[in-house]
């Protein structure tokens, strides 16, 4: 209970007086790692199974970049620096693998339902596919068949 109390006399009086640029910097920190897990979390039970949306990745990375500058340039503690000098590599990747399988899938040219590849049909309205295999682009319009518009 007292080092509970310790800590929290830490945040009272961090907040207390005027907040160096680099105190900012870690609360931000903190604010993304807390953030992260309350939008898996939501993401989670929405879907009713476990979920890690993209943007878990993006909080993640900018909440280990600030904990590290913090670490860096406030703390100056070898064991924060440690601690937050490597974990930002797996999310950074986890963001490039995420947008290169993006990048792979396939479109449903009836109702745009982003498909894994391979897929030959779309699983949400069951659209064959067997003629759509060009990679999901932004530019692409929509072309409806008209046989089921
Ligand atoms: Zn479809």
New binding site residues.
Partial sequence: MDGLTKIWDGIVSSFSGHLHFWQVIGWMGNCFFVTRVLVQWHASERRREVVVPVVFWWLSLFGSWCLLAYAIFWKRDLVFIFANAFNWIPFLRNLMIHRQDARSRLR?Q????SLPKGARF?L????SLESATSPVSTMETPQRSSSLT
């Fill in positions: 449903c009836n109702c745009q339902q779309c949400s309205c069951g659209f």
